[in-house]
């Protein structure tokens, strides 16, 4: 159940209730891909660093350990020791990605593994079966998720094909949660809003996935080679023809700059490997803007990432010893970059639903981003 507590303009402060718990939104789910924060992050972390919900990945749990193994071991929740909401991914975008390995009909995409090259199919219902057994809280409809700017008629026909698609996706789901051995009953189903940077498609194409009445909505498809300002004026024009009483999910992005522009156009869910990613790089953000902490300028700096910050990192550690650790290539500085990366986006978020509830979000969001180019100039 999704319910709006207030409006600030275009942004959204609402609670999304799952079988798994409720998430307060907007919110910024941490990316488990493999049923792991990337950098030595584990569920105790994520529960000490006020996480409310975790993405994995549908094609990389399907090719190692196996969908069938995590079903046997109790569901993912039970595998990872996660007890709050896990959104599942359909593995549309990894299979999409594999460019070269694999081939597209109506029933699905046959493609290679890229662990050890054997063939796989994956269809709609092959999408909704997987995420089934891992037995997620919301699972995304499996779709094809063409280049942002690729060819008119391509997208056209692509997005025609996603639409046929999510049908199969929910028939499939109805039918697997009416199961008597099916983890998670009460999984929940979010479409998939494609259309490149073809607004006249992606709003068309946001009114035929509307009408089947699923439990949320993403925008897919972009952070994928088209500019900043052409996803802002994707997000402007296509989220108006969404449910409003429907959270809705903008797939893959971004920097705390993208987010704070996206939550001002209606978006509620946000993911991105940026935190983690960027961490293990030695790569971390502050309200004042990302900084590269293997600068030498921080060799002998004792104060911490960022002041008054309470992740652990911050609050026991200096940016010259957390240098010195990623110099010396010990683990401990990947983690400690990367949990203070994830406190952050999470902190912000809370920072962002905050400025909402005081319906003063216009003033906060040109405040921060302001902050944001503090390092930059």
């Not at 319910?3 to 998430?23: N, P, Y």
């Not at 939104?25 to 584990?42: E, L, R, W, Y």
């Not at 990367?338 to 319906?359: P, S």
Request: glycine share 8%; charged share 25%.
């Amino acid at each position: 159940m999704y319910k709006v507590i207030k409006r600030s303009g275009k942004a959204k402060r609402a609670e999304f209730t799952t079988v798994h718990g409720t998430v307060q939104t907007p919110v910024f789910m941490n990316v488990g891909t493999v049923a792991a924060i990337k950098g030595a992050v584990s569920t105790v972390d994520l529960h000490n660093i006020d996480t409310q919900i975790e993405l994995s990945n549908t094609y990389h749990l399907h090719v190692r350990p196996g969908d069938k193994l995590i079903k046997q071991m109790g569901g993912l929740h039970k595998f990872m020791n996660w007890d709050k909401p896990i959104l599942t991914d359909s593995g549309g975008f990894q299979v999409f990605s594999l460019a070269g390995l694999r081939k597209i009909k109506e029933e699905g995409v046959t493609f290679q593994s890229h662990i050890d090259g054997h063939r796989i199919f994956m269809g709609p219902e092959e999408s909704m079966q997987i995420q089934s057994n891992l037995g997620s809280t919301v699972a995304m409809a499996f779709d094809e998720c063409p280049p942002a700017l690729a060819d008119r008629d391509y997208v056209t026909k692509s997005v025609d094909r996603t639409t046929r698609w999510l049908d199969r996706c929910k028939t499939e789901m109805k039918r697997l949660n009416g199961l008597e051995d099916t983890i998670n009953r009460e999984q929940m189903l979010f479409g998939i809003n494609q259309g490149a940077v073809y607004n006249d498609i992606r709003i068309e194409h946001a009114k035929r996935i509307s009408e089947f009445d699923l439990d949320g909505y993403a925008v897919g498809g972009l952070a994928v080679g088209e500019s900043h300002e052409q996803m802002y004026d994707v997000l402007d024009n296509v989220v108006p023809y969404l449910p409003i009483d429907k959270p809705t999910y903008l797939m893959g992005v971004g920097t705390p700059a993208n987010i704070l522009e996206a939550v001002d156009r209606g978006i509620d869910f946000f993911d991105c490997v940026y935190p983690s990613r960027n961490g293990r790089h030695g790569n971390v953000y502050t309200k004042f803007g990302k900084i590269n902490i293997m600068n030498a300028r921080y060799e002998t700096d004792m104060a911490p990432i960022e002041e008054g910050c309470q992740c652990e990192a911050c609050k026991n550690y200096s940016r010259a010893y957390v240098r010195h650790l990623l110099k010396a290539k010990e683990m401990l500085g990947m983690r400690l970059c990367v949990l203070h990366n994830l406190y952050f986006y999470n902190h912000l978020m809370e920072d962002i639903r905050a400025a909402i509830e005081a319906d003063n979000y216009a003033a906060f969001k040109k405040e921060r981003l302001e902050l944001l180019k503090t390092y930059d100039k």
